[in-house]
């Protein structure tokens, strides 16, 4: 690889550093969870306000932009039919608890905090500054490459079904919206929802989690009950005839577990061990436990693993009351040996005929052969810019990728690397990114970029 074009290329990062977070921070200040749809804002406001924002910094760059119809948009570098692609989106996730607002951008000790800033509103504003590194430079494309703004991929991908549907697909395309160095498979993604069968007895409101894939870190409860007291992780207060319970976990993302302790497991774990519940209720509690007792799938007979991914994972995101029952979601993130039929038939025998299993989303594996010259590309620009030699992985998590005949995700996250205690996860409170390694990100995708535009597909 030309050692002056990556001089080059790391000279363009330092420069326009201080506009990279600039426009971060804007896109940041749009509370754009997934509303309910109005005219022209299939997504509701906040996705669209932040699709017109992300499109008009793009202009601004001096990018080329469409909007199809506030589903998703995109800016351009170049023309031609067939083209190269990035593709991140600008919709996030709920945010609460977090210790200063989350729609305003915060830096300390080289950290950028809000939400978005890692998923995915800071890797948009890279992709489209990697375009403008393309267009201030000159460089002749063999392809034109466009950066894709989606705008619901945290809820159903909607917007991905309509552009593919309304446009051709790229040849390649990379989605920064995973770990480095690259992830060339992503796991199955199923979702259920579990509704009880029993009227309210015990529990009278049960309530806990913001979305279906993200793992709850405070969950709360009213109940019927003699004496309680509280614990390290559930407080117990009175409030006239009732009990009301609190209980309070770690955050994150359902497709990593193992880095969180879900509120829920907490808050059901301390309503048997009381005996609040009895009965059919308890063995409807005993089966949320069963649930909650191991990522893995291991508490219900679920487990599985394959040669190419990490083992499956499961966990129950949301709990609510509803017209007098309680009603769940779960997410679990599954191999090649299990299915959405399987986890279904498994979630029924866990409740014993208590509760009614839907599947309510469904989304196979899929995986990349590690031959793929775009695949080989991508990770030597990265180890060329790190200096490492690292190998590309498989993931749990879902991202755009999965819906593309030829991608994958590529970064910018690092997970082996160390970060301070106020750094928080995506999906999680005080989500943060390093900036120097956003930089060195912005410097792998520019690289990727002109390396890719040399292949034939």
Known sequence: MDKKVIEDVKLFARENWEGVIRDIGRLVAVDSVRGEEQPEMPFGPGPAKALKLGLEIAGELGLDTVNCENMIGYAQVGQGEKYLATITHLDVVPSAGWSEDPFTLRRREGFIIGRGVMDDKGPSVLCLYALKYLKDRGVELRYPVRALLGADEESKM????YYLKNYPAP??????DANFPLCNGEKGIYHARISSRLPLGAVADIRGGVARNVIPES???LVHAGELKSTDSVTARREGELWHLCA???????????DACNAIGLLVDYILENDIVSGEEKELFLGMQRLHSDYYGRGIGAQASDDKFEPLTIIGGEIAVEN???????DSRYPTTSSSDKLTAILEKNWKGLADVVKTGDSEPFYMSLDNPAIQACVSCYNAVTGENAKPYTIGGGTYARHFPNAVSFGPEHPERPAPDFAGPIHGVDEAACEDWMREALEIYILSLLELEKLDY
């Open 324 to 330: 007098g029952h309680i009603v769940m979601t779960v």
């Open 158 to 161: 909607q917007d991905l079904d």
């Open 171 to 176: 040849l390649f395309c990379f989605s920064p």
């Open 248 to 258: 309070k976990g770690v955050g994150g993302h359902a497709c990593h577990p193992e």
């Open 219 to 221: 969950a709360e409860a």
